[in-house]
């Protein structure tokens, strides 16, 4: 094979998918913009062990990873914690994201895929409405596919033609702003849960979790709606450490804030010499921002429908079963939670609160993981316990028109998301599509922050 694949940044999927495609014959260069070894942020991240397998790749080394304590959720009264209950089935494991990189790009040399460090991605090469390069730091490039692993904020996928019908980057409220760090852990104090993770903490529109899994250090999160600095994560870490006294005030690593997408999926992923994957194309679970595992699904998936297109076209018309079928196996679920994710927007501290209290939330209801890709598994129960919710919800009226407003949203979602067109037609897709926009778009029109 002679044809030349450009991957834009070293997003998880785009490493797996370029490792895929140059094991097959395809001439494949990855472009970077950090230096090599220092891929990733300065912390772990929790996915599902099966991810490996999804991308082809084998399970790393036994001593890069362990099993994730299950989590404990605090509503904003911090009066009655839900600790989940995964299935064992469903267990999933913690990494240091620099472990997770050594172990993948290990597998993509071994494929030949070549890699350009240091080299930031500036944006596309067009021809007409055609994809068929990058402008970077260090020149321009040009390939027959470019594959956009550039991340939330992508420069190719920002500054691609309105004709190409992708939109070009995330609205408000569906990005995370995060910060994470680690903490030293104070000799003496004994934890009462490992894994503490705090919705609406101080009744404030957000996440935060204090993690102790490690012997010798605490691990902070806060999650926020929009951007925020270090005064406000002081004065969130220090109403963290009344109640988690285990958390130390001395940095030991981290303190990074990063951007996360917590939203649909892109509506369209694909167009003439392009083809969007992990938070290039917004791949991540919308409640809790995790995207490794869908990504990796979403690398075979490209590989697959590459290697079918016999013509090499790389066409949008191509390219298009990549987008379909990630949809029908995936990104149709995802479309579910995000609707879940705003409706939790407009949910009063006093309304969360109520939902523990009164045994609407259970530990199955919060033991969404990576490999959770929609919410009907989550909401099963016995007729007695489902009899019992409803007379809870009934009991507060303002929470049941919200939950009700929910199954409304998911079915409508549902049905939007299966008349999406089988083909790559152009008028087809850009109908659709502006219908599967316009939906998220009134709902966020609806957010009362």
Known sequence: MSKKILVAGGGHGGIAAAALLSKVGYDVTVFERAEEGKLGYDWTDIFSPRAWAAAGIGMPPQETFEIKEDMTFYSPNLRIPIRQNIPEDELEIKMERTDIYDHLIEHANK???????????????????????????????????????????????????????????????????????FYDKPQGVKEDAKYKVFLLPRGEKGVAWVATEGDDYSDLLIGKFEPFGEDEVESLADYLREVNPWLGKNLLRGGQFVQIPIRQPLAVMVCDGYAAIGDSAFMTIPIIGSGIANTFKAAGFLTQTILEDSAE???????????????????????????????????????????????????RDLALGSDSINLSALFR??????????????????????????????????????????????????????????????LLREIDM
């Open 111 to 181: 494929h030949k895929v070549k890699f350009e460090y240091a080299c930031e991605v500036k944006g596309p090469i067009m021809a007409g409405n055609r994809v068929v390069g990058l402008k970077t730091a260090k020149g321009n490039f040009y390939g027959d596919l470019i594959i956009d692993a550039a991340g939330v904020n992508s420069p190719v996928r920002a500054k691609l033609p309105a004709a190409c019908q992708i939109e070009s980057m995330p609205a408000k409220f569906e990005v995370l702003y995060a910060y994470r760090a």
């Open 313 to 363: 076209a790389f066409s949008a018309d191509s390219l298009w079963p990549y987008q379909a079928r990630y949809f029908k196996e995936i990104g149709a679920g995802l479309a579910q939670i995000a609707c879940l994710k705003n409706m939790l927007f407009n949910v009063t501290p006093q309304e969360l609160d109520y939902c523990f209290e009164e045994g609407i939330l259970t530990a």
């Open 381 to 442: 129960m016995s007729p007695t316990k489902a009899k019992h919710r409803l007379k809870a919800l009934k009991n507060n009226p303002p929470l049941f028109k919200k939950v009700l407003g929910l199954a409304a949203n998911m079915a409508k979602v549902t049905l939007i998301t299966a008349q999406m067109p089988k083909r790559r037609e152009s008028f087809k897709v850009a109908k659709w599509s502006n219908k599967y926009r316009k939906f998220y778009f009134d």
